[in-house]
């Protein structure tokens, strides 16, 4: 009898890769959409914003998934415009546009994107406007 006990393996261990990740992560994706940037002034690239801003997506998600807390179905675009001057630094995002209506998350977006670090544009500062799409995934 003892040989039948012997016999079943152990469990295997649970896989690795389904440690806990961030909730807003899972449930949430805000996507700069780079057919929609506009830029004026300084030599800036939209490469270079997207670069930017992919480090700020951690931080978006979080805005998106304290709306979806209470808004689960909330979904669509949000356009901003700012300036990048010539040190690096944005002025504050204002909304110009888009098709949600949710003033926290616009509120967050814009603090997000106003305190990201970009290059610093050459000769002058540039214009911005931009459009992520917010969607739950």
């Not at 801003?53 to 709306?67: I, V």
């Amino acid at each position: 009898q003892t040989s039948s006990s012997e016999e079943a393996p152990p469990p295997p261990p649970p896989p690795k890769a389904a440690a806990p990740r961030e909730s807003h992560s899972a449930q949430a994706s805000v996507e700069l959409l780079l057919d929609h940037v506009v830029l004026q002034g300084g030599k800036f690239t939209p490469q270079q914003l997207a670069t930017a801003l992919d480090k700020t997506q951690s931080k978006l998600g979080a805005c998106y998934g304290q709306t979806l807390a209470h808004k689960p179905h909330l979904k669509g675009k949000l356009q901003f415009s700012f300036t990048i001057k010539p040190n690096g630094k944005a002025s504050i995002a204002k909304l110009a546009g888009g098709t949600i209506k949710d003033v926290a998350l616009i509120q967050c977006s814009a603090d997000v994107i106003s305190n990201a670090k970009y290059p610093k544009p050459r000769k002058q500062a540039v214009k911005v406007k931009l459009a992520l799409q917010y969607k739950p995934s």
